[in-house]
């Protein structure tokens, strides 16, 4: 399994692009790299999930450099609502592989 | 469509009794997974199952049973509680698919053992 390390918490203010880097120094080949975001009392919602390169949707962009032994959640002019944990998970979505997440990284967002 | 449905939400039980946290989805996924999360804290596997009649061990699961009887149920019991196992627990499922994917989670039930 290959372990991930994000930083613990951040803060930043409204209107502000915001990056959260993950780094994970032994992801295999086949893993791939998702990120997951997690509001007070309720269970995680999927973000944006990316192989290589960059991906983006309608609400972040993943960065990913050709090692891939790191990746980079772009959000891009957040809101308070975006106080939230922010995880990030690898895996390659084989029956036997266990879905770890880890304890994210604590977003505040100032106004 | 409910999606995952935990139930109960809330309990409060004694040390020593014994319960079991029902989820259920009613997307056809194949694979469910049990987590707890204290406070502060990230998310910890207990148990999962890759289909019916399957589970398997995750993070955490010790002081816990699983079982996977039917394709959209995943139940997890605790047959002799203990305050460590005050926590808040989530249930999640997805389908098949590339990397770890969307997880689909229930709304949490949050049990205290005294």
């Known amino acids: 399994l290959a372990k991930t390390t994000q930083p613990i918490s951040m803060d930043s203010y409204e209107g502000q692009e915001v990056n959260i880097t993950c780094s994970h120094n032994n992801i295999a080949t086949n893993d791939y790299i998702t990120w997951y975001q997690q509001f007070p009392s309720q269970g995680p919602r999927f973000i944006i999930q990316?192989?290589?390169t960059k991906v983006t949707n309608e609400v972040a962009s993943l960065f990913i450099p050709a090692d891939r032994k790191s990746s980079t959640l772009s959000l891009p002019r957040v809101s308070l609502s975006d106080t939230a944990v922010y995880y990030c998970?690898?895996?390659?979505?084989?029956?036997?592989?266990?879905?770890?997440f880890g304890k994210g990284t604590r977003l505040h967002i100032l106004p | 469509n409910a999606g995952v449905t935990q139930t109960p939400k809330f309990r409060v039980l004694k040390t020593g009794q014994s319960m079991t946290l029902l989820c259920a989805q009613d997307?056809?996924?194949?694979?469910m997974y049990w987590y707890r999360q204290d406070p502060g804290m990230g998310l910890r596997l207990i148990h999962y199952s890759v289909g019916e009649g399957t589970t398997a061990k995750g993070e955490v699961p010790d002081g816990y049973n699983v079982s996977r009887l039917k394709k959209q149920n995943f139940l997890l019991g605790l047959e002799s509680a203990a305050p460590s196992q005050t926590s808040v627990y989530f249930c999640?499922?997805?389908?098949?698919?590339?990397?770890?994917?969307?997880?689909?989670f229930g709304e949490g039930s949050r049990l205290t053992v005294l």
């Open positions: 990316g192989y290589k």
């Open positions: 998970l690898v895996g390659d979505g084989k029956r036997d592989d266990k879905i770890i």
């Open positions: 999640a499922s997805s389908p098949p698919q590339v990397g770890t994917g969307e997880l689909f």
């Open positions: 997307m056809n996924h194949e694979y």
